[in-house]
């Protein structure tokens, strides 16, 4: 991963400069990118034309960031090294699940340190989040609150519910942060004003984890329906001209047809067969934007990625991405030229 590697050196959250993004996007691709100081890979799921938001800030080991999409999307990213993820979903319509369990109202979502994410999106989403170095918070539990918080986070699962007072607080936390950090001017007083922000959100973040449930639950079978759900997409990536059967893939991962199908359906809510096609249409996406001049044929790409019959993948790809694989490619074509 490009960002994993950089953070083993000097991590950019801890950048003396303010950091800002702000943008909006028509393309699951583009959004992937989108995040700065992330490694992310996106797939869309339902069908239609996409459209997305990124509001990032970050300042001396803190980003905070909002993210809005109007489709389901499957997530797999990693944060900046040996940071922490605390947040909220302050959007969620339909199902979601946020590190294989399920999204709801006034929830807690959580990543670890190093932790890899795994976040399928409701149909619209939007979260607020913030991610925070973990030496600097860890060294402010120990300090403030007397406690360990790499034990704490031992505890706390991916998904807690919180009272609705402690989920305010810390949405008005991340939102007033979000404000302030997008609006200060670097000068003499930027950090005394930072240390009191700081301070606030430091302490609303750890008063949510304290009361955040450690109740045990199912989470391991969580775990093995993404495992097989990746190893799924590992071996669909790797076998791009002959998309794997049903046969071959249960015989592959040792599993029956059910449970495949269980694990899909659990995890993403479509099955095996959609979201191959899905990964495969992505990767042809992909192709096209990124070297459109290198393009001779859009068939020769799509019998690349196992699509030989042109007019029903065109039709897959329509209804995916609200556009034809032709627009998507002289749009490209365009955009390489200015």
Known sequence: MRFQEEFLGSSPLSNPKIHL??????????QADALPFWSQDYTQLSKGTFSGALNSVTYKGVQLFRETMNRVVDQSAFAPADSYVIGLPTIIEGDATWGLLPVKENSLI?????AELVFRTSNLSEITV??????????YAAQVEWIDLHKVMGNVKPVELISPEISTRLLTSLVDGMRYMSE?????DIQQMWRHFEDDLMITCLQALKQANSSTSQHFDHRVHRYIVNRVRDLTLSSSGYPLTIEELCITL????????HAFIRVLGITPVAYMRNVRLHRIRAELQSTPHQVRYIASV???????HMSLFSRYYRELFGETPLETLSRSRIGERH
Not at 110 to 114: D, G, H, P, Q, V
Not at 254 to 261: A, F, G, K, P, V
């Open 21 to 30: 993004v702000q943008r909006t996007t028509s393309d699951v691709l583009e």
């Open 254 to 261: 040792h599993i029956s047809r059910r449970t495949l199908n």
């Open 110 to 114: 959580t990543l670890n340190k190093n």
């Open 130 to 139: 913030a991610v925070i170095s973990a030496q600097r918070l860890e060294e």
């Open 302 to 308: 799509a019998a690349k990625w196992g699509f030989w």
């Open 184 to 188: 200060i001017q670097d000068g003499a």
